[in-house]
């Protein structure tokens, strides 16, 4: 079993910036995906972002330019940086974890929740106007 714990969510004003973190414990991999989905109730999950063992990243298009993901100084933490948050931007966001390298689905851009095995319980971020 892999333990996932996200932090950094909270309330922000338009155009402000929010860092998520996410760190993986239990039984993790040494080659392993991690990545960051949101969910808005009543909506589908969209899959944002997600970093490869090796440290290579994938950015969705749709916030490619506002979002950046990026490896933490221990190996099994994930980065979401957002900047110039907008009110649409408001969700769940969850952190996801693959016990095996990014698929090449995944590398390609189109971020999948059924490439991860594992979930976190979610962190909210919600932007006012």
């Known amino acids: 079993q892999v333990h996932l714990v996200e932090s950094g969510g909270g309330s922000v004003q338009s155009g402000g910036s929010l860092r998520l973190s996410c760190a993986a414990s239990?039984?993790?991999?040494?080659?392993?995906?991690m990545g960051w989905f949101r969910q808005l109730i009543g909506k589908e999950r969209e899959g944002l972002a997600a970093v490869n063992f090796d440290g290579a990243t994938t950015v969705a298009d749709s916030v490619s330019g506002r979002f950046t993901v990026s490896q933490g100084d221990a190996k099994k933490t994930v980065l979401l940086q957002i900047v110039n948050l907008r009110p649409e931007d408001t969700a769940m966001y969850y952190c996801?974890?693959?016990?095996?390298?990014?698929?090449?689905?995944?590398?390609?851009?189109?971020?999948?929740?059924?490439?991860?095995?594992?979930w976190g319980q979610g962190t909210q971020v919600t932007v006012s106007s």
């Open positions: 239990g039984n993790t991999s040494s080659r392993h995906c």
């Open positions: 996801a974890y693959s016990r095996w390298a990014c698929s090449p689905r995944v590398r390609s851009g189109v971020v999948t929740g059924s490439d991860f095995d594992y």
